[in-house]
């Protein structure tokens, strides 16, 4: 089975701080993405990763970024946290099929549910 | 950017009775289609999924869903749903970003509650 896991299932962060969200997948998956979750907007793509060192933004990449510098770990970084960050973080893991990517389907881990304050 | 609708935000059933959820994409190319299912307090699990071939896929618990490319729709069925569907569906669609690469794009989410 492949196994997402996130550091942690609860976090609460002032405003102003930097924070790290960590994701790390055992199936040597090409492919790791970073979503927010919130009510009645469903998953929102922040940032994805192809291979290691490469990065690509998603939809609503403002004030967040990313790290990748081993294939099974995918950072998530807010530089400066802000209340409008409250959320709830996914990570998901996909292999790579072909060039053209698809035939595909994302594991996703159980998420991580921040507060900043 | 690609969209995803889903027009149910919140459905209200009785157990045993059928369940038709929206799905309605933008894309006009080829995709590929998904239902995910979060239970309360679990992570999203993969219920079933389009590639190509027969438009009518089934997946677990006795979820299916028709792909109708004509409609850009992919709407998600079940003949009789347990107080054990209670979750939060969501439909996505994977097509490509603006730089040509792949990612899923997600509707909102229809929130489910099967009345025992």
């Known amino acids: 089975d492949v196994k997402v896991t996130q550091s942690s299932r609860y976090l609460v962060k002032r405003t102003g701080e930097k924070v790290f969200l960590e994701c790390v997948q055992d199936m040597d998956h090409e492919n790791m993405f970073w979503y927010r979750q919130d009510p009645g907007l469903g998953l929102r793509l922040i940032y994805f990763?192809?291979?290691?060192?490469?990065?690509e933004k998603g939809d609503i990449p403002e004030g967040y970024s990313v790290s990748r510098e081993k294939k099974e770990r995918f950072s998530l970084i807010l530089e400066s946290a802000s209340t409008n960050q409250t959320s709830m973080y996914l990570c998901a893991s996909s292999p790579l099929h072909g060039a053209q990517q698809l035939n595909y389907e994302q594991y996703f881990g159980p998420g991580t549910r921040l507060t900043v304050t | 950017a690609q969209s995803v609708s889903q027009h149910n935000h919140h459905v209200i059933l009785s157990e045993a009775a059928s369940l038709e959820l929206g799905c309605n994409y933008s894309?006009?190319?080829?995709?590929?289609l998904f239902w995910y299912v979060q239970y309360p307090g679990q992570h999203l699990q993969l219920l079933l999924k389009y590639f190509s071939g027969d438009p009518l896929v089934k997946g677990i618990k006795g979820f299916e869903a028709e792909f109708i490319k004509s409609k850009f729709s992919f709407n998600l069925r079940k003949p009789s749903v347990q107080w054990s569907d209670t979750a939060e569906y969501f439909c996505?669609?994977?097509?490509?970003?603006?730089?040509?690469?792949?990612?899923?794009?997600f509707g909102s989410g229809t929130r489910l509650q099967v009345q025992p």
């Open positions: 996505a669609v994977n097509a490509p970003l603006g730089t040509g690469r792949r990612a899923l794009t």
């Open positions: 990763s192809y291979d290691v060192k490469m990065k």
């Open positions: 894309y006009g190319g080829t995709v590929n």
